[in-house]
């Protein structure tokens, strides 16, 4: 703001139609006093005259002191526009009172730490609102006290309503300019990382997010709407926004530089001041809260400023020569940064608190100017990764296809060998087929020739005259043949696959029982187990076990004829991995000599080891044989 001044040629002010559109500093118009610590009502104050100072007769303002400030008003008569504003800075406490004569017409309260229940609804935190009426004679009298370690400074103005708010609206678009362009810039960062997903944009975000607030909460308006009847809880949360962008700062800077793996020192350096930077916030609100001294705080705050320009300076210098020409925009970035923190710390050493009227557009500007230098650096970095994925999604393509072209040909030679493969696989099926129609023919020839060679020895056996004593040996010879034949018949119509033993049983004993009884007086009961076939290796020498077994049962058991209702038992079963055979007929007469002395039974137990089998004799009731026949070696429990 730029402001005409005006020089009081004498004591009082006056305030006429001559002065109504300047800004008017009051310094040179009031006196001062240090207030008594025995005496604090403003009455005493305002008539007590010799303990009053000019104000340029001092010196330094003590820290913490409470002070009087003094000053007499006069309007002229042709003062038209009466209303103007009283306006200060920072000042924690201020107390006005407006005195016309000897009567006080207006006590108002106001300040930076003021509860908002105590300020009047037509001022505001730092502005008092008067009404001066012309051709009047007025006092102004100030208690202020500045609590936050600071030397107060007493800065009042007065302008006219008018003006003020002229310039208050040239501020106030000024600020929401900034404060825009702020939004806009966060609004486009959070749809880029929405799009991109690319995780710098959640620090930036971060960084221009807090310091935009910690700009904002400088204004009054913040502490009065978010923290209206506790605003010294306000102004001790504003550093921890400053902190939190620089903590945000810091890991962009980790995360875009990729620091960790560019310099493992820098990036432990980096852990260890944001580390500091959050032990520091959280101290300084405990501190600033309870004591209110801002001040001491302050001076940490730029030490650690101090450490955090050393840092970036030394970083960056040796990390130039190694980063890339898109990490180069954070590094001026960086540097405005600095220079930020700079100005911080030399405009806190010339202006002390005065600074904090400046730091709200100061801040707006850098961190919107560093914003964009960080979306410049960051966009070129994802058009850099664009073009390396393009390029390397190319030679993966290139690859691709060559890779392609390589399986392609590899498979035509293989279809090529495939077909030259088939080709001789096709010869030699056919001559396989041609050897199985070969072999076939020989096998369906030499089944012929063991049947025709059975039947020749069965009719020869027939036909032969024998004497006495070898009619029975002959008969016997001959049963035998038949039971080959019968067995070579069954084997003949399965084309040498496997037998259901059902089928060979049953066969076995209607054939036997049309020889030797024909009509039918003996029952032959056979009970076998289903699902139970017979491999050809076994199947012969089941037959001749059956045929010797029903044989002998026939010629041996009935011949006395006192047999009631005589009857063979034939009954085969499985348990587990046995099959279990029991033989047996209801003959009266049960014979040792014929349970084991004939040459048939000597057969049937060669036969049955031959099948891996057991046999067992029981003649305690009746004629009985068991035998045990293993499942593995030649029967099976598939369904054929």
């Not at 678009?173 to 806009?184: M, Q, R, S």
């Not at 050393?310 to 970083?315: D, K, V």
């Not at 039971?483 to 059902?502: C, F, R, Y």
């Not at 033989?583 to 007469?589: C, F, G």
């Amino acid at each position: 703001m730029f402001s005409k001044e005006v020089i009081a040629k004498a004591q009082p002010l006056e305030l006429s139609n001559q002065n109504k559109d300047e800004l008017i500093f009051l310094r040179e118009y009031y006196q001062i006093a240090k207030a008594d610590t025995d005496v604090s009502d403003a009455p005493y104050y305002y008539s007590t005259d010799f303990i009053f100072k000019p104000f340029s007769a001092i010196k330094e303002l003590e820290a913490g002191a409470v002070y009087w400030v003094k000053m007499p008003l006069v309007t002229a008569a042709n003062l038209r526009d009466n209303r103007y504003v009283l306006s200060f800075s920072n000042l924690t406490f201020v107390d006005l009172y407006l005195y016309e004569g000897s009567e006080l017409l207006t006590h108002k309260k106001n300040g930076a730490f003021r509860p908002r229940s105590q300020i009047f609804s037509d001022d505001k935190r730092f502005q008092f609102s008067l009404d001066l009426e012309p051709s009047k004679e007025y006092t102004l009298l100030f208690r202020v006290e500045h609590i936050k370690g600071y030397t107060p400074y007493i800065d009042f103005y007065l302008e006219n309503w008018s003006v003020h708010g002229k310039l208050t609206k040239d501020t106030e678009l000024t600020d929401a300019f900034l404060l825009g362009a702020v939004i806009a810039l966060l609004i486009y960062i959070a749809l880029s990382w929405i799009v991109t997903r690319f995780r710098p944009y959640i620090w930036i975000f971060c960084f221009l997010l807090s310091l935009g607030l910690y700009s904002y909460a400088l204004h009054p308006e913040f502490i009065d709407y978010f923290f209206p009847e506790d605003p010294k809880l306000g102004w001790a949360l504003l550093p921890s926004l400053q902190r939190l962008g620089t903590i945000s700062f810091y890991l962009l800077m980790i995360d875009f530089l990729n620091l960790k793996k560019l310099s493992i020192s820098a990036y432990k350096g980096a852990i260890i001041i944001m580390s500091m930077v959050a032990f520091l916030s959280a101290i300084s609100f405990i501190y600033s809260y309870h004591t209110g001294n801002f001040r001491q705080i302050n001076v940490l705050t730029f030490a650690m400023g101090v450490i955090n320009i050393s840092f970036l300076t030394i970083t960056f210098i040796r990390l130039w020569p190694k980063i890339d020409k898109t990490q180069k925009f954070l590094v001026f970035g960086i540097v405005l940064f600095v220079v930020g923190i700079l100005v911080l710390i030399f405009g806190a050493l010339l202006f002390k608190e005065r600074l904090l009227l400046f730091i709200p557009m100061i801040t707006l500007l850098s961190i919107t100017v560093i914003t964009i230098l960080f979306l410049i650096g960051i966009r070129l970095k994802l058009r850099m990764i664009e073009e390396e994925q393009i390029e390397l999604l190319e030679d993966n393509n290139r690859m691709q296809k060559e890779h392609n072209e390589s399986i392609e040909q590899k498979v035509m030679d293989r279809t090529a060998e495939l077909l030259e493969a088939n080709l001789i696989l096709e010869d030699q099926r056919i001559e396989l087929l041609e050897k199985n129609q070969f072999i076939e023919t020989l096998i369906d020839e030499v089944n012929h020739r063991v049947k025709n060679n059975l039947q020749l020895l069965y009719s020869l056996s027939s036909m032969s005259s024998m004497e006495k004593e070898d009619a029975p040996a002959m008969l016997s010879m001959r049963d035998r043949i038949r039971a080959m034949m019968l067995v070579n018949q069954l084997l003949l119509e399965h084309k040498g696959e496997e037998i259901d033993l059902e089928e060979l049983v049953l066969e076995s004993a209607r054939k036997l029982q049309y020889v030797y009884d024909p009509g039918n007086l003996i029952h032959v009961h056979c009970q076998v187990e289903p699902n139970c076939c017979v491999q050809p290796k076994v199947s012969l020498p089941l037959g001749i076990i059956l045929t010797e077994l029903i044989t002998n049962s026939y010629k041996y058991a009935f011949l006395n004829g006192k047999q009631k209702d005589p009857t063979i038992f034939l009954h085969f079963w499985k348990a587990g991995e046995i099959l279990h055979f029991v033989y047996e007929d209801n003959a009266i007469d049960v014979s040792v000599d014929r349970a084991s002395g004939s040459l048939g039974i000597s057969l049937i137990k060669d036969l049955v080891r031959q099948v891996k089998g057991t046999i067992v004799l029981n003649l305690e009731n009746r004629f009985r044989y068991e035998f045990k026949f293993p499942l593995n070696y030649g029967f099976t429990g598939i369904d054929c």
